[in-house]
């Protein structure tokens, strides 16, 4: 039986992002071999290639994205740099799900493909459910994509796939963004298709995902280095550190606080906060919460719980349907969202949801120069130093990879220098250099007295905040010191 995959001699390159810049070398001469039924584990820092080899393999690069490749590229016995390969041979699951998200239903997502794949409507029913309680979407079957959270997006994008058998799965970090919940179902679903014989790629920063694979090789420079057992490439720690893929918590600054917290006024104070979307879905049920100056608070919660919704009335952009929002002392009803953005810094769990900037160092001056902060330049001239993003200053954001954009949309809240921080997800998609400067930033902003809210499904970040609020269906379940809240909970359903 012939292999799933076959890359020989592969190389692409992006074409130029400007007449004035060179085109972007990101593959050179890689070879790559996947058995039949077999699953792979590619490994590599952000910016390696990881997507881009995803986007090849799966016959949209360049296709659809323009550039150059060379050397042969087999995938499920199709040429697909010569040919499209044939609806259902190959599915995609991207870094980012969202973008491939876009019936008007989950139900309709799931039964998209199949239709595609002309299967009788018995065989689409069965499927459609099948894949809906396989990946726990049963109850959001009505519900709209776009109105799911990040992690029941990516949760509903690889039910469809699974839902069409594909020969070959393609997965860019299938574990981005969910729960531990969401982990153990997606992870469920990806070993019974393998099981059935369906192969399997998965390119990850992820140690939970690379131990799925029967082997796995780093991506560094272009190629690839010899495949090896998953144990055997993730027991080399201080490989994986140098090349930028992890960071040991053993390595972390200290982001205990180091000046005294300010009760008054409070940073954040919610009084009976309620919520419900214009669709009438109720997600906020009367929260109380006080947050003083200079704390590090972790919201946690599964996918779904009201982190992010709650998280976009501290800035603003969503407004109460009943209570009151506070902002240091300040009701924030009525007030524009600039004028919150002097005090409110906010990361967005979706990057490209907040890059719009024609190069990265205009994107980082936007904000200090719209708000007419002073030495707009040296704050911009320092975020891009901390985050090395010195390289890339003169490119546009978009054509960035993922952990990159995240990294730019860091640099930019820090250019501003608000007293008050939400992350939402700030960790999703950083590869270990990026966690690097994520922390030390961080550790520095508490130095500065800065009220830090940090959205994370990783518990261990969450272990070294001053505190943990856990939301349950909008509901408050716990709220107190992280050694006292995180042992009682059952990480399943909160994290």
Known sequence: MPPAIVATG?????????????????????????????????????GSGKSTLCHLLAGLAPRYTGGHSAGRLVVAGCEVQQAPPPVGAIGVLFQDAATQLFNTTVENEVAWGLEALALPPVTIGERVMQALQRFGLLHLRYRPPWALSGGEQKRLALAALWAMRPQVLILDEPLGGLDPRGCIEVLAALRALKAQGTTLLAATLRPQTARLADH?????????????????????????????????????????????????????????????????????????????????????????????????????????????????GQKIAGQAVGTIARQVGFLFQRPEQQLFGATVREELAYGPRRLQLPDADARVARALRHFELEAVAALPPAILSYGTQRSVTLAALAALETPLLVLDEPTVGLDGAGWQQLLLWLAERRAAGVTLICITHELALAAVADRVI??????????????????????????
């Open 10 to 46: 592969l190389s692409f390159c992006y074409p130029p992002p400007s007449p004035a810049l060179p085109a972007q070398q990101v593959l050179d001469g890689l070879d790559l071999q996947v058995g039949e039924g077999e699953a792979c584990a590619i490994l590599g820092a952000s």
């Open 470 to 495: 856990a939301l349950h269906e909008g509901r408050l379940l716990a709220d107190g010191d992280p050694a006292e809240v995180l042992p009682r909970l059952d990480p399943e359903v909160v994290a």
């Open 216 to 328: 796995a090789a780093l991506l560094a420079e272009g190629r690839l280095t010899s495949a090896t057992t998953p144990e055997a490439l993730l027991a080399e720690e201080a490989r994986l550190y140098h090349a930028g893929i992890y960071f040991p918590p053993a390595r972390w600054p200290g982001l205990r606080p180091q000046r005294p917290l300010s009760a008054d006024p409070p940073a954040v104070a919610l009084r009976q906060l309620r919520f419900r979307y214009p669709d009438g879905h109720a997600v906020l049920h009367g929260l109380d919460l006080t947050i003083p100056q200079g704390q590090f608070v972790a919201l946690i919660g599964a996918n779904g719980a009201g982190k992010s919704t709650l998280a976009r009335h501290l800035n603003g952009l969503l407004r109460p349907t009943a209570g009151e929002v506070r902002i240091l």
